[in-house]
């Protein structure tokens, strides 16, 4: 079973990743000494096949991702798991899967219902990142947490009506990071398993962030509580 790729920095993610089954470019100088079999295409094909048509010049046909497991993610000390509970949006897995691989995540978790899945738009917004990112789909949320808790993990979750302040808790530990869906963020029962809910102060008009951003900012505010 196979899958697509395109734009070009997912392009040669897979191809360095030795991921690619088969390759779709407009010209030859960039694949022909590669080692793996390619066609030559005009745009319209790629428009196609791509079906967005972003995809600049690079599309290609990849072996199946490989999920991990949430074991292959654990670490002794200082570890980082991302916990996505409901994320809906393309962009916003494919944004977070890619600041997660660029800040050194030790790994990204989302639920197998209800949310959206890696698939190739997502792919396109991670931007390469899906090929050294470990990211396991899981059925259950809470039992996973749990499951962490056991494992020496402390649950932080975020909430705009939370009291405590992202910047005021200590992150020296082991720490599963829960990112809540668009529009309703945490679901209770992934609520009720946090050991801290903390949140983003909004000084301005608008009350919350793009889930990406949030995940973002809270990301490197973890990594630099931690130096």
């Known amino acids: 079973m196979s899958d697509y790729v395109y734009g070009k920095n997912s392009f040669f993610e897979a191809l360095d990743n030795h991921r690619v089954v088969m390759a779709y470019v407009l010209t030859d ?15 319209k094909t790629l428009d196609r096949m791509s079906g967005s048509g972003n995809h600049q010049g690079y599309l290609a046909e990849v072996r199946e ?5 949430v074991e ?14 409901g994320i809906q949006d393309v962009h916003n897995l494919g944004a ?3 600041t997660c691989e660029c800040a050194g995540v030790d790994g990204v978790i989302y639920k197998s219902h209800n949310a959206v899945k890696v698939n190739d738009p997502v792919a396109k917004v991670a931007s390469g990142a899906l090929e050294y990112m470990k990211v396991a789909e899981v059925t259950n949320l809470t039992n996973t947490i749990r499951n962490l808790k056991k494992k ?6 975020s909430d705009g009506s939370a009291q405590q302040e992202y910047t005021d808790l200590d992150y020296d530990m082991n ?39 949030a995940a973002g900012i809270l990301i ?8």
């Open 29 to 43: 100088k960039v694949i022909k000494d590669k080692g793996v079999p390619y066609k030559v295409v005009d745009r």
């Open 65 to 69: 991702f490989k999920m991990s497991t």
């Open 72 to 85: 292959e993610m654990l670490k002794e000390k200082n570890g980082l798991i991302v916990i996505l509970d």
């Open 96 to 98: 977070i899967i890619r």
């Open 152 to 157: 020496g993990y402390w649950i932080v979750g």
């Open 175 to 213: 720490t599963v990071l829960v990112i809540g869906s668009e529009g309703k963020g945490m679901s209770r029962l992934v609520s009720e398993e946090c050991d801290f809910i903390v949140k983003l102060p909004m000084k301005g008009h608008v009350s919350s962030l793009n889930a990406s951003v």
């Open 220 to 227: 490197y505010n973890i990594l630099s509580s931690r130096k």
